[in-house]
Structures are given as C-alpha cells and as structure tokens.
T-cell receptor, first 116, second 114 residues
Framework: GAGVSQSPSNKVTEKGKDVELRCDPI?????LYWYRQSLGQGLEFLIY????????KSGLPSDRFSAERTGGSVSTLTIQRTQQEDSAVYLC??????????????FGPGTRLTVL | AQSVTQLGSHVSVSEGALVLLRCNYS??????LFWYVQYPNQGLQLLLK??????LVKGINGFEAEFKKSETSFHLTKPSAHMSDAAEYFC????????????FGAGTRLAVHP
C-alpha cells in the first residue's frame, strides 16, 4: 500500500516568506508526527497529533511554526516569516498508535526546505 | 528527561567485517529503544526495536542489538558488512507506554569499503 507522502519534496524560499509543507499519512493511521532534521540540531521532534486530542506542540521551536491536521488525515506544517536557520529537512511520520501500546512510526521522504 | 548519545559520527569498515555502532541512552523511566536507517535522499526506516521483551533484538538486513540496562546501552551490530549497508544510522528512545515521541541521537554515518 501507499506509504507516507510529503510535498513538495524541495522548497526554496526567500527569508521572510511563509511556507506550507504537506503530509499525507498512511490511511487509517491515527497518529501523525512532524520532525525536523538539520545539520546543527540533528533530528528533533516538532509536534504530534493523535485523533481528536489536543496536539503536543512541545517541540515547536518558535511561534512562527504551526501545524494543523484536517479531518484526522492530511497535515500542514506552516512556517511564517522564514529565517535561514529554518533550513532543514522536515519529516512526517504516522502510526496506528492504539492506546498505550507501541506502534511503529512510518516516515515519509521529507521536504527539504532552503531559506535564502 | 530522555536523551541518546551515539559514539562516533562516522564509522568505516571493510566489506565482510563486523559492524558495531554504539548507542547509550538516558531515561528516568523504562525506555523503548530503536534503531533507524536512512539511505541517501530517503526517509527513515526502522531496523529494530526493544520494548522490554527479549534483550537481544533481531532486525532486518542481518542487524541485531542488545539492550544492557546496567550499561544503559543499545549497540547495533552486524557480523558481516555489505556495501549496501552504507547509510546513516540513528538510535532513538521513547517512553514506554503512552505515545511514542522519539528522541534521536545525532546519527552515525557508516561507510563500507571494498
């Protein structure tokens, strides 16, 4: 079946512009995660969505970052007034996340964001 | 708080040699531990995971890892390296129970030479 997809695969933008990154999770997966992979910081957790529960936003680096998940499926990560330090690969993952049991996170290929 | 330390940002081995990638963790609660692999320009793929069952965990592509609580370690090994194993490897920890926010190590890039 189809895996996690992300779009665009590459995004180049100018400093100060807003960008939107999209994630389509695996069908039926109720949990969705955003991570960021950058040279200076490695792989960092950003935000987590689970069903209708309030998202865990504890990893968002500033209030310029926000994310939403519509209809429990597709998610959009928005970065406002982009800065050069936002340049990174943004990874999305989804999992079944049944209750308290562990479920594997399946990762998408990522969106490479370059802020000039 | 949880954290992961991967010793060695770059490891180079000969084809056919033993692969050993080191991971130490810190966790105030019983952890779940993972190894992920990332091939160039691809997403992360799960190699194996420890979830408090057997301490020796076997994964895909001939990799295995042993959970040693006394040493707070979860090193990844493979008896014989193949050229196709060249990739970046990430160790990660999450809390047992609850949801599965992953805390990653800095990664180790494995090079395999003929």
């Amino acid at each position: 079946g189809a895996g996690v997809s992300q779009s665009p695969s590459n995004k180049v933008t100018e400093k100060g512009k807003d960008v939107e990154l999209r994630c389509d999770p695996i069908s039926g997966h109720t949990a969705l995660y955003w991570y960021r992979q950058s040279l200076g910081q490695g792989l960092e957790f950003l935000i987590y969505f689970q069903g209708n529960s309030a998202p865990d936003k504890s990893g968002l680096p500033s209030d310029r970052f926000s994310a939403e998940r519509t209809g429990g499926s597709v998610s959009t990560l928005t970065i406002q007034r982009t800065q050069q330090e936002d340049s990174a690969v943004y990874l999305c993952a989804s999992s079944l996340d049944r209750g308290g049991s562990l479920n594997e996170q399946f990762f998408g290929p990522g969106t490479r964001l370059t802020v000039l | 708080a949880q954290s992961v330390t991967q010793l060695g940002s770059h490891v180079s081995v000969s084809e056919g040699a033993l692969v050993l990638l080191r991971c130490n963790y810190s966790s105030s609660v019983p952890p779940y531990l993972f190894w992920y692999v990332q091939y160039p320009n691809q997403g992360l793929q799960l190699l194996l995971k420890y979830t408090s069952a057997a301490t020796l965990v076997k994964g895909i592509n001939g990799f295995e890892a042993e959970f040693k609580k006394s040493e707070t370690s979860f090193h990844l090994t493979k008896p014989s390296a193949h050229m196709s194993d060249a990739a970046e490897y990430f160790c990660a920890v999450s809390r047992s129970g609850g949801y599965n926010k992953l805390i990653f190590g800095a990664g180790t890039r494995l090079a395999v030479h003929p």
